[in-house]
């Protein structure tokens, strides 16, 4: 099986930087997906990662090392608006998309 | 990008009743479809893939004949929680993705349906 971890919470300050993690156990993928969530409302499609290396998407960037099973989001200039989860999830070969448990991001005025 | 939609948005029905859930898929066609739903603060779990055409695949411990799946056309999976509980209140959330072969591994999602069964 796939084994997804996230923090399960977060904090941040309006402006400043944060970085989400993930980390993953899968033999193989078909990329890596992150997603924001505002409570009780649709998933919203932030990056795709399949090959190593950075994606750069205006305020959101996002890492993936597939040797290490390791991914991370990263927000920059937070905004009041960017308080949501963020979901992590990997598309194994041949099969559905598994999801992290999210990690609930609050941002601080 | 690709839109899926949800009808109904928001549904309360009492204990006992039988709830049906569309999900379309506005601009593309969708061979496989996706349930999941989400408990308050949980994750999205898959409950099953509907496919067209076809008998759905149920994900272990999701029982086939209260969630009754049906996938008619390339555009519309319908999901029908049947003699709807309590437990069964949830945020239910379907997606689609575009055929095999066209080189899209995004999957697309709809805005979700939230249950609440009195």
């Known amino acids: 099986g796939q084994n997804i971890d996230q923090p399960t919470e977060m904090t941040a300050t309006e402006g400043a930087i944060v970085q989400i993690n993930c980390t993953y156990q899968t033999s193989g993928f078909n990329g890596l997906f992150w997603y924001q969530q505002h409570a009780g409302e649709a998933l919203t499609f932030l990056s795709y990662n399949v090959l190593d290396g950075l994606e750069e998407k205006g305020r959101f960037s996002s890492f993936l090392s597939r040797s290490k099973g390791y991914s991370y989001l990263l927000l920059k200039e937070l905004q009041m608006k960017d308080s949501a989860s963020y979901l992590c999830a990997v598309r194994p070969y041949g099969q559905n998309f598994v999801f992290g448990p999210g990690t609930r991001l609050s941002v601080l005025p | 990008g690709a839109v899926v939609s949800q009808h109904p948005s928001r549904v309360i029905c009492k204990s006992g009743t039988s709830v049906k859930i569309e999900c379309r898929s506005l601009d593309f066609q969708a061979t496989t479809m996706f349930w999941y739903r989400q408990f308050p603060k949980q994750s999205l779990m898959l409950m099953a893939t509907?496919?067209?055409?076809?008998?759905?695949?149920?994900e272990q411990g999701v029982e086939k004949d209260k969630f009754l799946i049906n996938h008619a056309s390339l555009t519309l999976s319908t999901l029908t929680v049947t003699s709807a509980h309590p437990e069964d209140s949830s945020f239910y959330i379907c997606s689609a993705r575009d055929p095999p072969g066209t080189g899209v591994v995004e999957q697309f999602f709809g805005p979700g349906t939230r249950l609440t069964v009195l």
């Open positions: 509907s496919n067209e055409g076809s008998k759905a695949t149920y």
